[in-house]
């Protein structure tokens, strides 16, 4: 999958996978995510996002997910 709003450039935000070059890191939009907060709650937070941004911060980490092992604690 190629992502077209998920930016990567080793001299901002260390690096960290970011939203369309801004400095919104992808992990804080999953974060909001996970935390319950509503799309938008997440775009008023930050006004320079769109919908589409969110949904992209997803995929992507989704994708990445897919990628390698976590680890899990096995269930009994």
Request: hydrophobic share 45%; glycine share 6%.
């Amino acid at each position: 999958m190629k992502f077209q709003r998920i930016t990567i450039s080793p001299d901002q935000m260390g690096g960290a996978p970011c939203i369309r070059g801004l400095r919104i890191p992808v992990a804080t939009v999953v974060g909001m995510v996970a935390e319950g907060m509503a799309q938008q709650e997440i775009l008023r937070a930050f006004p320079d996002l769109q919908a589409e941004d969110i949904r992209e911060a997803l995929q992507y980490a989704a994708e990445a997910v897919r990628e390698r092992e976590l680890p899990l604690v096995k269930a009994s």
